[in-house]
């Protein structure tokens, strides 16, 4: 069968597109999650064609199939279950159509996001969203995964900046979702489609909104010697009507290990720092910079450090992007989660975070995105000693049960992939998943796009044999 | 009352077998295709449940004004970015016909602002779709499939929104503008509304006093006035979604229908469109066609279909239908399905 | 226990796959294919050593297509000792037959075997064959796309200025084998400015000819030991040694850990690069603005390994108009020997560096600035005019005007 596959696949998208060398299979067995699947074969189209020729391929000899771009998510969104084909978009790399009069770009999924902002730069646009991978993860997966990041608080995360996606679904067929008009008649399929994870098609060509680079742009460290002061800032900046243009929090521990590594002028002795990011026209910009400092002062912050120029503020925020830098060279392991709580419970999920960690005998930091309470619990670990994968995933669960028991979510941005999967019944009834179950199948009825993903086993009809995660698949 | 109650108030139709459509203010009956009249009217409750502040989100019932609404966010200096025609408008309404209001230039459509939908689909079956906070990627986004599906997949019951501070200063200028104004675009930073009718146009900007008068200096934009220019009214009314690019060559059709009033929403590609007689209506449609354009009808127009076109992957928008709705209870024939 | 590669487990295991450095690898900018990636070739690597895959022609060649230029390394958070990791692979693979076709062609191995152990490391037998080059340069016999600079005459035949094996001079210039042969012009210039701020610098004694870094990338790390040893006895002493071939000096700079000896790591805290060592001598003082516009590339084994690039700014930063790329430093495809194992990739990648080099404002009339001899060949091979920061900065000394070399 996988040679008839592979042949087709070359037949369809020339010699040497589709391989199936152990070495080649092993090199897209993981994604930048910790879970690893197997792939049956691996192929890499060049254009839309290829990929609705891969698509049917894959279907014409009942293999399922599973989109990858860089491989940066974190969730094990493109880790390859039940042996599909892996389709490669890097190649579709291709900076199709900058409209800069009406500020959007056609882009090909392969396009890594920083690329984008780079190439509209001249125009004095860019990408909004922006997370931690932006130099390496591509638009595709940013839309497969519906991709945050720190400057998403004030534009809002990848679904606010996609206006149409071409797709083929998983029946081989291509489709339009949305459109350049601003609505398009019936239902909002591409919104749907944004953040589906690949289990409701491919996306092989996208049209994203570019917005203006802002005039004035400055940036603030908060420094606190109390993280709960830290968190009422936060509060109370957002009560206060300030927008941020990205409002992050870096704990004790983070902070240190920071400076330690970058030397940003972090307060060493912080129980907590905020860094903000104001973004704007010059007199609002000066006037929400005079109130986050009163605000910040009157929180108990010990001070307020405005960046003085750009070399400053790059330097601030390198600190901040530095982070996982840092933490590696404290242990070799790290588990970075991913929730979110409302904004008004963050002293109290934070405390019980750090109580979790210390039942579990767990080294912990947060670093995270405060202004739209998107935390990010890393526990930090050495995978070497005997039994600390337990203790790091029980920790885990237990965060994960305390966000949502405060009102929050399971993910605010890496998505749910296989990672959480099984955990979507915290935040979900039966017969909310039963329906999105359905709604799936709607696009997908044979179960073949990215099987195993976001739904927990037993939430799609016709899924045969679903097995939970395995755990002999940690690596 | 308790949500689980509601939801079981309200779905004792649908559990009957009955055809259903949910009534708000009644204000966008006329908007898309009109719903069996056979079927059973259902209203759902009004009414603030929840609302932090500091969360920027608020938890209202479906059936709660949009006024209402923005009246109690306003006492914490905020708002939702929902501005419908007639303010009496509910929630659910808009939301359901998924008419962003004009400001969209800047605040984006209304489908950003919602962020958890509890509703009930065909069966009857309460179910949540979304998450309480600003930013979630749990599961798919089925709120945003809701947002102008207008009824036809569930009955929304409640909703969460993102909520906004209301900007510290903002001011309307009008300048003629017998040509496109697309200059005005670039000559902000972020226009709340840029509004044309051919004529002249409106421009609207948000944030800081001081901002907006440099800003308008440099625009060239003048003095404030007093007020926004009226969307157009009439008996019969449309709108139609172009792509912004394609404004220019829909504006020389529009022109050219003699009695027909219009107000595009340049940059976002929203153009009202209004006359005192159906066949006038009609020939806006055909323009909008002429330019890969449609218009979704909002009154009037005399038993034309309300969207004029077929939708886009029918057989995809049907397999969504049946995963709601696999009786085709709910709002029968208000979406061309 | 022993494994196929007999790498270190630690250094493996530190990738966690998060694929910060996929944009930063010149091969996976060219390809996009994860096994032209730096992560990818460290997954292969496990995928070897722990026996899931076996060692074929496929995992040779993934290790053949690496450039070195270990920008990956600048980019990774988790600090994976990339370098040593591909380098004890290719020693690996050099120690054992791995018959596949795929491999690189026969032909090609025996060329390297030579020129590796029998001309670099003979610097007499290296200035004939240079002499010979020479010859056939004159009448036209060597294509320009090959990348060969042009020879002088007057170059090969006047030794350098400075003494030999001197122990007492302030400094050790050292000279490299390709270098001497083929760059004599830049040792000039080196020694040119090191005079103007005052600095008396000496030659290596014998032995200091050829530094080994073409030894270790290729997996002879045997001959490589050697080499270091001899380039170690050949500057005694506590005196600074400085280079100014970018390669070359992070090769030395690597011997505490090629080696494994207290000496060696003594030996290579030592040594600077050129630039940085004539700026910590106040040379950036003694140059005059020149209105001359410079595009800066930075080699890699400057930038990424001795991370010393930023004294070439501060180096010439006064004296010209320096113009960056937009590029983040990603490697120009010359790797050492690369450029001439890896013809197709190195091409696609000194194509991209290219147009980020003309973007940036290089072209016939505005040099472009490499620290480094591979690099500038390879570059110089696409039609750039490539001047050494010595050059550049012996031209703008602050006395009569020094002609440019052509």
Redesign the interface.
Known sequence: MLDHLLADLANAMGPDRARA????L???A???GVQAGAAAAVC?PRHADDVAAAVAAARRHGVPFVARG???GLAGGATPMEEPLVI?T??M?RVLDI?V???RAWVEP?V?N??LS?AVAPYGLHYAPDPS?Q???TIGGNVA??A?GPH?LAS??T??HVLAVDVV?PDATT???G???????????R??F???EGTMGIATKIAVRLQ?N??TVRTLLLDFTAIDDAAATV??I??A???PAALEMMDAEITRAVEDFVGAGYPRDADAVLLVELD?????VA?DVAAVSDLAMAHGARNVRVAADEAERQLLWKGRK?A??AI??IA???YLHDA?????QLVTVLREVYAIADECALTMMNVF?AG???LHPLIVFD?RVPGVWERVHEAGNRILTACIRA??????????GLE?RDL?PL???P???A??G??????D?DGLANPAK??PAGSRCGEIGRRPVPEGAWI | MELREVAHEIGAPLRDGEHVVVTGAGTHDAVGNPTLATCTRLRVPSGIVTY??????VRVWAGTPVRELQATLAE???EVPLDPRDPTATVGGVIAC?L?GVR?LRH??V??AVLQVDAI?GQA?????G????????????P??L???FGT?AVMLQLILRC???P?ASAWYRVSSPDLP?NLR?AM??PAAILWDGRDAWVLAE?????LA??AEAAELGEPVDAAPPLPDAAHRGRI?????QLGALAIRLRAISGLRWLA?V????VHVAADDATTLLAARTGAHEC???M?REAGGDGCDG?G?A???LD??R??????DPRGLLAPGR??L | MSTPLGLDP?EL??C????????HCPTYRVT????ASP??RI??MR??EQG???L?G??VR?MEECVQCRGCEA?????VPFGHLMEGARAALASQPIADARRSPLARRATERVALSWVLTRHRVLLTLTWLLWAAQHVHLVPRRLGVPRLRAADLRTPLTAPSGDATADAWLFTGCVMDAWQRGVHRAALEVLGAVGVRASRPGPGGDCCGALHVHSGRRDEARKLARRVIDSMPGTAPIVVDAAGCGAALRDYGHLLGTEEAAAFAARVRDFSEYAVSQGAAEHLVATGERVVVQDPCHLRHVQKAHPAVRDLLGRAYRLAET?DDGLCCGAGGAYSVQQPALAQSIRARKAGALREAGADADTVVCSANPGCTFHLAAAGFVVEHPAELAARALSREPVSRPT
């Not at chain 1, 359905?438 to 696009?443: E, H, I, P, Q």
């Not at chain 3, 996009?32 to 096994?35: P, Q, S, T, V």
């Open positions: 060398e152990p070495l080649e092993a090199l897209y993981r994604d930048a890499f860089s491989g940066t490669v890097t190649q790399n409209d009069a009406s500020r392969g890594l920083l690329d780079r991978s130099q390496a993860c995964t519906n945050g998403c809002g995360v679904a606010a679904l489709a339009r979702l459109g350049l008009a601003p609505d398009t008649p019936g239902y909002d399929l919104g749907v944004v953040g589906s203006p802002p005039p509060s109370a957002i009560a009507g300030v927008l704007g026209l010059a007199d609002g006037a530095s996982f830098g590696a060279r070799p392991d790290y979110v709580v409302p904004r008004t995105h739209d309470g998107n995978a009102g929050g979510v399971l993910s605010g941005e890496h998505g749910v959480k979507m935040l979900f009834s017969d909310d998943l329906l999105q359905r709604l799936v199948d709607a696009f009825p976001v739904l | 932090e502040p500091a969360d920027l989100t914490a200096g905020q998924g962003s969209r984006g459509p489908r950003d689909d079956t309460l179910f949540k779709a998450g309480p906070t600003v930013k979630n990627v749990t599961g798919y986004d089925v945003r499939l947002v102008g599906s997949l906004r501070p209301l510290a697309g670039t930073l972020r944030g800081n006093e001081q901002d440099a800003e979604s172009v792509d912004p690019a929403e940059g976002v590609g929203t890969g354009a449609w979704l969207f076109t939708l886009p992957h995809l928008a397999r969504v239908k049946a995963a709601f979406v061309p | 630690d295991v530190a966690v796959a998060c694929g910060l450095c996929l944009p996009n294919l994860e096994i992560r990818g997954a292969a995928a070897v899931v895959v076996p074929d496929v995992f993934a980019a990774c958070p988790s600090g937009a």
